[in-house]
């Protein structure tokens, strides 16, 4: 099991940027592929970005070209970085790990608000 605390949310106007954080308790970080999701009010938690443990990185629609995930593995760290920030990207971003199939480990979430 691996401990998750994310930082970096806020209030931003539209258009602007935030730079996500997610440390990771466990020095097996490296061996985990990483996520990012995420959950607006009265909507399902979705699937943001995600990168493998060999660093393969996929991206959910919506965000491609404005979204990047990186990861730092010497600091067990987890990145979002988010431009050209819309009102529709509103929600609370989770973390999460998945050692091998599933994603098992969750974060409890950090709160970005873009207003219009």
């Known amino acids: 099991q691996v401990q998750l605390v994310e930082s970096g949310g806020g209030l931003v106007q539209a258009g602007g940027s935030l730079r996500l954080s997610c440390a990771a308790s466990?020095?097996?970080?490296?061996?985990?592929?990483m996520g990012w999701f995420r959950q607006a009010p009265g909507k399902e938690r979705e699937f943001v970005a995600g990168?493998?443990?060999?660093?393969?990185?996929c991206y959910e629609d919506s965000v491609l070209g404005r979204f990047t995930i990186s990861r730092d593995n010497a600091k067990n760290t987890l990145y979002l970085q988010m431009n050209s920030l819309k009102p529709e990207d509103t929600a609370v971003y989770y973390c999460?790990?998945?050692?091998?199939?599933?994603?098992?480990?969750w974060g409890q979430g950090t709160q970005v608000t873009v207003s219009s």
């Open positions: 466990r020095r097996t970080f490296s061996m985990y592929g």
């Open positions: 990168i493998s443990w060999s660093g393969g990185i």
């Open positions: 999460a790990a998945d050692p091998g199939s599933t994603w098992t480990d």
